[in-house]
């Protein structure tokens, strides 16, 4: 999860990223899209994101999944073509989330979206199970709601998705810890109601070790149940005619995803899918997030990556596509018109920052103005530090920043930090004061400087 950070240290500093991303300077550059090829790669979002939710609607598709700590929190991402992707809104801003820890690997977990009874919804996960809704995934999202459980339901736990049966009749796929794995329906409130199925028996073996993210698809009369093993990997399949707590009237299928036989593969662990969906020519697709393996490579840091599958059914089992380094083909669905790249530059002249910034807690959101000084953003720390973050989200790219600071000590810094997923620092890249103005980097614990 590398994360590209604009961070003043020590100081009230003005900053703009002129050109962070050269390649996309220029709108209406046809280059800047993608050639209509017939084939992907994956992963289809490089980056950190984590247990991926799925809905299409019409000729849309939205996804939804953990944001962590990093806020305003839950982007929704939205795509026609479900190879590229680019974020619309969020659903959690900081300035309604005083409910939320924000520290790392803390924040929200989840998002979960859905669209149910005419509105579109999001449940999460932060200190209990809550939703926002809206009436378009544009936004504006309500007020985030907790929902209340009793006895019978017990603790709603974390992972949890939404699935809606044919009927229009949306259910809760409850997890908690490794051995509950419930069902229960929901009201037009949103709500819990109805009595909870208890399917505590999936996992009382640790058969699939915590059994956690399941989401829920249904097919020829078949209820499909589909829980991840942990965050490592494992993805798992049982099927039912009926939504009972009686096992005897499910079966278990075993692995989803058919056995990796590319060497060299780096995504060989695919999980936390989203529910399958179908498209209008019959074919069969997923999301799911994987942790790149490579001899020596920090795994923390790259993140859960999530990558695209089709999935193949023979008679009523399904299979995922195992990883491949391969194109595949694409999903036969309009071209979505979105850069292949989604890092984006910004010239910081407008009146609100773009979608795809971050703040890595909930202070460093009040710290910044685009308002100072027309076409900068300025950070004004309230402590010892203010920053705006954006996460990788592409394959390769460079970054192009212009600093104003006026340095007058060693405790003064401003410029470009780069980090991993637990925030060690991996390039800093500032101008500060040592014996004069300097332009600094440090990079693998050396540290060379230039006078400016």
Known sequence: MRQFILRGFGLACLLMAGSMLRAQQGAEDSSLFYSRVMTYANPVLPGDHPDPTLIRVGKDFYHCGSSFHFNPYLPVYHSTDLV?????SRVVPSSRASFVTDRPSAGIWQG?????????????SAGGQWFSKASSPYGPWSEAVKVKTNSATGNLGYDNSIFV????????????????????ALGQDGRLTDTVINLDWINAGLQYSWAEGPVMCKRNGYYY???AGDVSGGQYVLRTRELTSDSTKWERLGDFFKPVTDSKVGFRRPNHIAAPLELADGTWWTIGQSYEKYPDDDWSGTGRQTSLFPVVWEGDRPWGMAPVTTPIGLPRLSNSRISWRSVQGDEFDSDSLGLWWHFLNRIAAQEYSLSARKGWIRLTPSGDRAHVVQKETDHYYAAVTRVEADAVDTADKAGILLTNGNQHEIVRLYTGFDDGKKIILKIDGQERSVAE
């Open 225 to 227: 149940y589909f829980p």
């Open 165 to 184: 049966d044919d009927n229009g009749k949306p259910y809760m796929v409850i997890k908690n810890m490794q051995k509950v794995n419930r069902l229960q």
């Open 112 to 124: 979960a979206i859905t669209y149910f009874y005419g509105s579109y919804w999001v449940y999460f």
């Open 84 to 88: 590229h992707w680019e974020v619309i």
